[in-house]
C-alpha cells in the first residue's frame, strides 16, 4: 500500500505544478449543461457519478465516460474529487486467478477511442470522502490531462446502494 501511496502523491504533484493547470484550466472548462457531463475542446466527459461506500469515510468511487478527440499521445492524469481527500486511479486485472484493484496511474486517450471509468473496470477511488459528500447533492469532480488542460464537471453522487 505504501508504494501506491507514493505513486499516487507524485501523481498530485504533478498536477500541481505551476503554470501548466492553472490558467489553461479556467479558459478550456467551461461547466457543462447536465449533471455529470462537460466538454472542453478536446474532452467530452459524460454520465459521470460518485459512489459512496457502504461505510461511512471509505474511499467512494467516481465513474464517467469519456470521448476525446484531441492529439495522440496525451494521458488522462488526475481525478480530483471536491470534499475528498487524495484520489487514485484504480483498474482490476487478474493475477493468481483473482481480480485485484492495481494503480492504473496515467490512462491513454486515443482519438475515437471512448474510455469507460465503470464498476469492475478502470474507477477513481477518493479517499476520506468528507460529510459534504451526501447522496442526493453533487461534487464537483476535476479532470486533469497530461498537456494542462482541465475539466470540470459536476457530478450527481450516489449512495452505496443505488444504481452505480
Ligand atoms: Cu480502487
Do not use: W
Amino acid at each position: 500500500m505504501s508504494s501506491l501511496r507514493i505513486a499516487a502523491l507524485a501523481v498530485l504533484a504533478l498536477a500541481a505544478l505551476p503554470g501548466l493547470g492553472a490558467c489553461s484550466g479556467e479558459a478550456d472548462a467551461p461547466d457543462g449543461d447536465a449533471a455529470g457531463a462537460a466538454v472542453t475542446s478536446q474532452l467530452g466527459v459524460t454520465n459521470a457519478r460518485v459512489v459512496l461506500a457502504p461505510v461511512g469515510g471509505n474511499p467512494a468511487a467516481v465513474y464517467l465516460d469519456l470521448a476525446y478527440s484531441g492529439r495522440e499521445g496525451v494521458t488522462l492524469d488526475a481525478v480530483d474529487v471536491e470534499g475528498a481527500g487524495m484520489t487514485m486511479i484504480h483498474d482490476y486485472a487478474e493475477t493468481g486467478g483473482k481480480m485485484r484493484m492495481v494503480m492504473a496511474d496515467k490512462v491513454p486517450l486515443t482519438p475515437g477511442t471512448p474510455v469507460s471509468f465503470a464498476p469492475g473496470g478502470l474507477h477513481v477511488m477518493a479517499m476520506d470522502p468528507t460529510d459534504a459528500l451526501k447522496p442526493g447533492t453533487t461534487a464537483n469532480v476535476t479532470l486533469t490531462l497530461s498537456d494542462g488542460t482541465t475539466a470540470t464537471i459536476t457530478a450527481p453522487v450516489r449512495a452505496a446502494g443505488d444504481e452505480r
